[in-house]
């Protein structure tokens, strides 16, 4: 499987109501098998879900990720959720 190379930002937001921007630029990441939206859901969760967080270890918190760049065009502009 080729690698994509791929830059996020990702919007962290605590319980307390703390928002913590974070940027991850330049990434190289195993490319999806498909960019359908189930293998697509599947292949984030996988790859982009462990680029969240700033090292919080209790409490709730969610998490949106936005692809601003990639070596893939298909990816660039999605937008995943997690923690909702």
Known sequence: MADVIISVRIENVYEDGT??????????????????????????????????????????ACYDVHVTACSLPALVGQHFAYGY
């Open 19 to 60: 928002e913590i921007e974070t940027t991850v630029t330049d990434s190289s990441l195993p490319a999806p098998m498909s960019t359908g939206s189930e293998e697509l859901e599947l292949w984030a969760e996988e790859y982009l879900r462990p680029l969240t967080g700033t090292g919080r270890v209790s409490g709730d």
